[in-house]
């Protein structure tokens, strides 16, 4: 009798079988005439006569070998994100935040606001006397000399009126310029 052809996905358990057996879920075999299956590694998943692993998908992940289904890849946690090999998480950036689970990419904070730490689930308003005119920022940035910013959360500063500047830069009030007039 001639022996039968073991597709991918599965594998003949004994020389000069007749029958191939599926490759079990968690276990996969990419070649033809196996006599095992292969573990699925982290970061994947094989369900019942898979020839190949399938990836978590993004957003997720699973320190488990051998997982069975997607229901093994876990959601990232909010502050933290997960792209490519779905083995691990990683922590949002500065200038970044996470405040959702499951998240493949981090947000970036708006203008106005900034995070100057990782793993952050929000973004902080700018405080007085600060700005942030771009998206991503990891700090906010004083006010120059002859600028205020009022208010929290500011994208630019407003400039002084004429006769009128700050004697520091961060300022949230203009006072009368004292400076001496040139001659």
Do not use: F, W
């Not at 229901?71 to 200038?95: D, R």
């Not at 996470?98 to 952050?120: H, P, R």
Request: net charge positive.
């Amino acid at each position: 009798t001639a022996c039968r052809v073991a597709p991918p996905g599965s594998y003949v358990d004994k020389r000069g079988a007749n029958d191939s057996t599926h490759c079990p879920a968690g276990r996969y075999q990419e070649m033809s005439n196996q006599t095992s299956c292969v573990g699925a590694p982290p970061g994947k998943y094989a369900s019942r006569g898979s020839a190949v692993p399938l990836p978590c998908p993004l957003g997720k992940y699973s320190s488990q070998a051998e997982a069975k289904s997607e229901e093994a890849c876990l959601a990232c946690p909010k502050g933290k994100y997960s792209v490519t090999n779905g083995t691990m998480c990683s922590p949002c950036e500065q200038g970044t935040y996470g405040d959702e689970t499951g998240l493949s990419l981090c947000k970036k904070c708006a203008v106005g606001k900034a995070v100057n730490y990782t793993e952050s689930t929000e973004c902080v308003s700018c405080g007085h006397g600060k700005y942030s005119s771009e998206t991503g920022r990891a700090s906010c940035v004083d006010c120059s000399v002859g600028k205020v910013a009022k208010s929290r959360g500011q994208s630019t500063c407003t400039k002084c009126s004429e006769g009128y500047t700050t004697s520091d830069p961060g300022q949230t009030e203009c006072i009368v310029d004292r400076t001496p007039c040139d001659p």
